[in-house]
């Protein structure tokens, strides 16, 4: 079942979308070479409890950290360690924490010091697919408009989107109804489906360099390209509103 939030609890979501946001500018600062996964991790938990929320992912499906860090050919669910980021790695942090009983969820995807040419195309791809997706998610429009926008971006860039994984609705729970697929299924169920009024969704297009398709990691949490490929992923936080859309995470 798919939830409509009132104004009340979109206000509330709005106020932890800041602070989410908030926080991922400052791990974004910490970003260089020679600083661990781990290290950030522990940033971002410290910066969530002192904001007065709790983190999402920790204990999540067995998630032991409250930072998802995915290094290079990882897509999500990174979990954090002693691995030291090199210049030219390319970094995905995601994050979500629980504000005033409501979920925040946001991604974004950083080089680390200097990094190639065709990693810095990756990234600005990968951010605007996630605003082209943004600009489809309003009332009357269905999801997938969504789908067909960011597939039809990134393929015409040369990436491809990973099709295994997708965005949400979110609220009182971290994953809701319905699932956002990032490519076109024209003859699902989810890709009639109008969006409407009051509901709050995570867009997240996650894009490789190379094959689409991914495997889990070793650790059981993480999800990696087949091919070893690079990957970036972006994520926002939108509510459905009457005279469009409200970005609750700001992109920076």
Same mark, same amino acid.
């Given at each position: 079942?798919?939830?409509?939030?009132? @104004? *009340?609890?979109? !206000?509330?979501?709005?106020?932890?979308?800041?602070? /989410?946001?908030?926080? =991922? #500018?400052?791990?974004?600062?910490?970003?260089?070479?020679?600083?661990?996964?781990?290290?950030?991790?522990?940033?971002?938990?410290?910066?969530?409890?002192?904001?007065?929320?709790?983190?999402?992912?920790?204990?999540?499906?067995?998630?032991?950290?409250?930072?998802?860090?995915?290094?290079?050919?990882?897509?999500?669910?990174?979990?954090?360690?002693?691995?030291?980021?090199?210049?030219?790695?390319?970094?995905?942090?995601?994050?979500?924490?629980?504000?005033?009983?409501?979920?925040?969820?946001?991604?974004?995807?950083?080089?680390?010091?200097?990094?190639? @040419? *065709?990693?810095? !195309?990756?990234?600005?791809?990968?951010?605007?697919? /996630?605003?082209?997706? =943004? #600009?489809?998610?309003?009332?009357?429009?269905?999801?997938?408009?969504?789908?067909?926008?960011?597939?039809?971006?990134?393929?015409?860039?040369?990436?491809?989107?990973?099709?295994?994984?997708?965005?949400?609705?979110?609220?009182?729970?971290?994953?809701?109804?319905?699932?956002?697929?990032?490519?076109?299924?024209?003859?699902?169920?989810?890709?009639?489906?109008?969006?409407?009024?009051?509901?709050?969704?995570?867009?997240?297009?996650?894009?490789?360099?190379?094959?689409?398709?991914?495997?889990?990691?070793?650790?059981?949490?993480?999800?990696?390209?087949?091919?070893?490929?690079?990957?970036?992923?972006?994520?926002?936080?939108?509510?459905?509103?009457?005279?469009?859309?409200?970005?609750?995470?700001?992109?920076?």
């Amino acid at each position: 079942m798919i939830s409509i939030k009132t @104004p *009340e609890e979109i !206000r509330i979501m709005t106020k932890g979308g800041r602070i /989410l946001a908030g926080i =991922i #500018k400052e791990l974004e600062k910490q970003v260089k070479p020679g600083v661990t996964t781990k290290e950030l991790d522990k940033l971002a938990e410290n910066l969530i409890l002192k904001s007065g929320a709790k983190c999402s992912f920790k204990g999540y499906e067995g998630f032991p950290d409250c930072l998802c860090v995915s290094v290079n050919e990882q897509i999500v669910h990174g979990v954090p360690s002693n691995q030291v980021l090199k210049e030219g790695d390319i970094i995905s942090l995601d994050l979500g924490l629980r504000y005033e009983g409501y979920h925040s969820d946001m991604a974004t995807t950083v080089p680390v010091g200097k990094v190639k @040419p *065709e990693i810095l !195309r990756l990234i600005r791809v990968t951010k605007k697919a /996630l605003k082209m997706g =943004i #600009k489809k998610t309003k009332s009357g429009n269905t999801l997938g408009d969504i789908g067909r926008v960011i597939q039809n971006y990134v393929e015409s860039q040369g990436f491809n989107v990973v099709r295994e994984l997708c965005g949400h609705g979110i609220g009182k729970e971290l994953h809701e109804d319905p699932k956002i697929l990032n490519y076109s299924k024209p003859y699902s169920s989810l890709s009639g489906f109008k969006i409407k009024e009051g509901m709050v969704f995570c867009i997240e297009p996650m894009v490789t360099m190379g094959d689409w398709r991914i495997k889990k990691g070793k650790d059981g949490h993480v999800y990696q390209t087949i091919d070893g490929s690079l990957s970036a992923h972006f994520e926002a936080q939108v509510a459905v509103v009457q005279n469009g859309n409200k970005i609750l995470t700001p992109i920076p």
